[in-house]
């Protein structure tokens, strides 16, 4: 049971709605957010819902039976739209495209990459300083300093950034540079990292574990939810399968049941989904037809060249064209 307050709640009725929920044995958690007052009830008793939902000081009342209450599209029919400022909103319907390489390099790799954005109407760039890499030998990001130079370069340009944060300790250094958190798939379930971007106002895009089930990334919103932070999204990159033929077994499925299941804007990873270049665009466009809120892609000046990633990561050439096919997309799909 979720039950929304209203925001002029008086004590006394806070104490009346306590005592009822007390009788039907529910155990009650607040929830407080950047948007409202929650209570999430979780009990077994039956009861007629109009007894709690017609007490003084409550807007909302929904059963919820999914264990992620939250997130779930049972409370929430309409589509979650998180506001990015200067007429740049993700899950409102339009199709946004995030693009950028695999890490931040230098400073005059991040110039030519948001010259490259700006000349084809992109307004949020991606990028890594923070890298979790298979091997401790592989380049593993240049830290704040190269996050700071980027942050500087992309405000003077109009773009916004998403880049990856991978522990607690890193969020206040990071929170003053960055327009969207990542939580890679390696912390999808780091559920202290979780909760503490919960507590911050920030925009979280929340990737699929490398193994994990739909139930589990929504649990895992459910956490950041929980916390304070309703401006989440979701984004599947593939999972971990038998297969060896590419990289990972990226779930179109999932990106239907994500849309059915959660109020949330779903995102799909083609670059991290398949792993292989020649084949990301196809992957891209399958992903927005199949109703993705945007879409996030690696792209590098020259991708033999990139630290981390190139055999995933498109040409600015290759990049421009599925830009192009997307806007075609995005305007004929329901």
């Not at 059915?260 to 992957?283: M, N, Q, Y």
Request: proline fraction near 3%; glycine fraction near 8%; aromatic fraction near 6%.
């Amino acid at each position: 049971m979720i039950i929304q307050l209203e925001p002029t709640i008086t004590d006394t009725q806070r104490e009346l709605l306590s005592r009822k929920l007390a009788e039907i044995q529910y155990k009650v958690t607040p929830v407080t957010t950047q948007s409202a007052d929650y209570l999430i009830g979780v009990g077994k008793a039956e009861f007629d819902i109009r007894s709690i939902g017609t007490l003084p000081g409550i807007r909302d009342i929904h059963r919820v039976s999914d264990d992620y209450k939250l997130v779930s599209r049972k409370w929430r029919v309409e589509n979650t739209s998180i506001d990015l400022g200067d007429n740049l909103r993700i899950g409102d319907g339009s199709l946004i495209v995030m693009a950028g390489p695999c890490s931040i390099e230098s400073d005059e790799q991040v110039a030519s990459t948001l010259a490259h954005l700006q000349a084809n109407g992109i307004r949020i760039m991606r990028g890594g300083v923070y890298k979790p890499r298979s091997s401790p030998y592989s380049f593993r990001g240049m830290g704040l300093d190269g996050l700071k130079m980027w942050h500087n370069q992309a405000r003077e340009a109009g773009i916004r950034i998403i880049t990856e944060v991978m522990m607690t300790e890193q969020i206040g250094d990071m929170v003053d540079y960055v327009d969207i958190f990542q939580v890679g798939a390696r912390n999808s379930q780091n559920f202290n990292l979780l909760d503490a971007l919960g507590e911050v106002d920030k925009p979280v895009l929340l990737k699929r574990g490398i193994s994990g089930t739909i139930e589990e990334l929504l649990q895992a919103a459910e956490y950041i939810f929980s916390h304070g932070n309703e401006k989440i999204m979701l984004c599947e990159r593939g999972i971990r399968s038998y297969e060896q033929a590419y990289r990972n077994t990226f779930d179109i499925n999932a990106l239907v049941m994500l849309k059915e299941k959660t109020h949330l804007p779903v995102i799909a990873d083609p670059s991290h989904g398949i792993g292989v270049r020649a084949f990301v665009d196809k992957i891209a466009m399958a992903s927005a037809i199949a109703g993705a809120d945007g879409i996030i892609v690696e792209v590098h000046e020259q991708p033999e060249r990139a630290m981390s990633d190139g055999q995933q990561t498109l040409s600015y050439r290759e990049a421009a064209q599925l830009y192009r096919q997307l806007e075609t997309i995005a305007a004929i799909r329901p």
